[in-house]
């Protein structure tokens, strides 16, 4: 009995060594303890009035006593998880969730104000959402962007500033903050109404499954799921149950051990492996991180169903995706629509360009040639800014394109940003964004354009190649070459075949394919500036990072010696069966995973229980003496 005590006061106290992580075992424990808690708090007469009563409409609303017993539990809750997560910057979270909801306040009280005296409060509410979007923006950027700004600023000046304590990044406050955000700017907008008292707005802005590494949910997503009863169907115990084991078997046996086994030791030291290993190394990394992010978001769509909520999705199975815009629209979904609404539209969206959007572009380019400190980079900068201002002033006809463009490209640099304070990030994101313009440029240009484009950028790195020789001109020339011989082939061949301008499954297959494996290749090459800037300490980030991503291309663009290929395959068996069976069963099709899902969800109970423990079984198979954190938790 003393045990068990014991082991209940660690499980709900704050240990830096042992933070709740979904895939260990205090963490299902504290989850047990949770949800026997909330299935008691849950009224039993509400359950069989739900039961009873069907004809009820969806948007039923609970009482309010019931609502406060439930929301305000799992508001405790929550903060209790992340204080066993954070300790003492539960604070933090504290005070983010206090001021959005002191905001919105002030915005229904102006709003009510104006609606007696007939005067206006639009200003007056504008300002206080600024300074609530300031607010949440600056203690983000004091954490998480504290050590960049202070390396920015001493390379710029030739000091030597440093920051006197060690700044820790607290877990998940990127997710919080923009969701807190989000609430800000949608209530001051009227999208949605403020939640009636702070324990159903803290329960909002902390509920834990979500909290660390998101989805990001919007406030008109969930607020008013808050004055819902609580219901869950036989099906959606299932589904949820699905969700749970589906985001274990990926984190554990395609994350965590393509990881340790492979990624992580190219990584740490690129120059120690060949050009093959660093090349597929970034390739198991693409489906590594994937298998990482949406395994945690399998794991807390399943939990937060358990108790009758519903997060948004986060994942589209990014890797069918035929372009990198596409990509975008399939990868890490809130964040992305978070940004199209909150910094895209802002920006002028497709309509047109404002103010930021050349200033964001302007200030990233007039700081990376101030910290290049090269003569080069700084040419490059100015013939670039150069360039934009020619194309803007000589082609007035397509200004509107070219500012949709710019606000695309700003917000996949801020969308780098967001994801970290280096370098490597800004260049990850700069490169996405590229990817989507040339992608938006292509797909106007006819058959014809393409070969010549494709065949004239062969030439030209070649050409700089043989002046120059580097390993990053010598892996762009081999791209350009593959592409050019692509292109050749899926128009060329059937235009000499008589069948170019007729339907062919089997082109447009091809083609489907082709579009398919290049979207992959190229970000996977994206990625190799995303992990080199990873698990690192902001102090050194810059230096490292770029440091790691120089070695990687200098492997990849150098000397292949393809007589090693067999017996690295050979060494790496394990790795790349676990790696082609991932990205067999990503590329499924939608439909049969949604058969399977419901088959598994419609199981009798006894056999749902065997599955679920032949599951566990499995997984303990997989699992390392140390286990590997969630990817996005540093984010």
Not at 201 to 212: A, E, H, R
Not at 364 to 375: F, G, I, N, Y
Request: glycine letters at 6%; a positive charge.
């Amino acid at each position: 009995m003393t045990d068990l005590l014991t082991y209940l006061t660690n499980l709900f106290t704050y240990d830096q060594e042992h933070p709740l992580l979904f895939t260990q075992f205090h963490f299902w424990a504290f989850f047990f303890i949770v949800y026997a808690g909330f299935c008691l708090i849950v009224s039993f007469r509400e359950q069989r009035e739900r039961a009873k009563l069907t004809h009820l409409p969806t948007g039923q609303r609970i009482s309010r006593a019931r609502r406060l017993w439930r929301n305000g539990y799992l508001f405790f809750v929550s903060l209790l998880f992340y204080y066993k997560t954070q300790g003492q910057y539960v604070w933090l979270l504290i005070f983010s969730t206090v001021v959005g909801y002191l905001l919105g306040i002030l915005f229904d009280r102006l709003a009510q104000r104006q609606e007696e005296s007939g005067k206006s409060t639009r200003g007056i509410r504008k300002a206080l959402m600024v300074a609530g979007v300031v607010v949440n923006l600056g203690v983000l950027c004091y954490f998480k962007y504290a050590y960049f700004f202070t390396d920015i600023f001493n390379t710029i000046t030739h000091q030597h500033y440093s920051i006197v304590e060690a700044i820790w990044l607290p877990v998940g406050i990127s997710f919080f903050t923009f969701q807190n955000i989000s609430y800000i700017v949608d209530v001051y907008k009227g999208k949605v109404r403020h939640a009636g008292n702070i324990l159903d707005f803290g329960f909002y802005t902390t509920f834990f499954p979500q909290l660390v590494a998101g989805p990001i949910v919007r406030a008109d997503q969930f607020v008013p799921q808050l004055y819902k009863p609580y219901h869950l169907s036989r099906r959606q115990f299932g589904i949820a149950v699905f969700w749970i084991l589906n985001g274990l078997f990926k984190k554990l046996i395609l994350s965590d051990y393509l990881a340790v086994s492979f990624v992580d030791r190219v990584f740490d030291n690129p120059l120690l492996f060949t050009s093959f290993e660093n090349f597929s190394a970034l390739l198991v990394y693409s489906l590594q991180v994937y298998a990482d992010f949406s395994g945690y978001t399998d794991i807390a769509i399943g939990v937060a169903m358990l108790m009758g909520f519903y997060l948004p999705k986060n994942f589209n199975s990014p890797y069918k995706a035929t372009n990198a815009a596409g990509f975008w629209k399939r990868w890490h979904i809130s964040l992305s629509n978070w940004l199209k609404d909150y910094l895209y539209i802002p920006l002028g969206g497709n309509r047109n360009a404002t103010l930021g959007t050349y200033l964001i572009l302007g200030v990233m380019l007039v700081v990376v040639a101030l910290m290049a400190q090269t003569t080069w980079v700084t040419v490059t900068v100015i013939a670039v800014i150069a360039i934009l201002a020619a194309v803007w002033y000589f082609f007035p006809k397509h200004r509107k394109e070219f500012n949709t463009n710019l606000n695309n490209f700003d917000t996949m640099l801020l969308g780098g940003m967001w994801h970290g304070a280096s370098f490597n990030f800004i260049t990850w994101g700069a490169l996405n964004g590229g990817g989507i313009l040339v992608y938006k440029w292509w797909k106007k240009l006819g058959p014809k354009a393409r070969i010549a484009y494709s065949i004239g950028l062969f030439v030209v790195t070649h050409i700089a190649y043989r002046i120059y020789p580097c390993p990053a001109l010598s892996m762009f020339r081999y791209a350009f070459m593959v592409i050019a011989a692509a292109i050749f082939i899926l128009n060329v061949v059937p235009y000499l075949r008589g069948d170019a301008y007729r339907p062919s499954r089997f082109k447009n297959g091809l083609t489907l394919v082709w579009n398919t494996f290049l979207t992959f290749i190229f970000i996977s090459f994206t990625r190799l500036f995303f992990r080199s800037g990873s698990n690192l300490d902001p102090a050194e980030a810059n230096e490292v990072a770029w440091r790691t991503a120089t070695q990687m291309v200098e492997r990849i663009g150098g000397q292949w010696n393809w007589q090693q290929v067999p017996a690295i395959l050979d060494n790496y068996k394990a790795v790349f069966l676990v790696f082609l069976a991932g990205m067999v069963i990503h590329w499924l099709p939608e439909r049969f995973k949604r058969r399977y899902r419901l088959w598994f969800a419609g199981m009798p109970l006894w056999l749902m229980l065997l599955a679920v423990v032949a599951g566990v079984v499995v997984l303990y198979q997989f699992i390392s003496a140390d286990l590997q954190p969630f990817i996005y938790f540093q984010f």
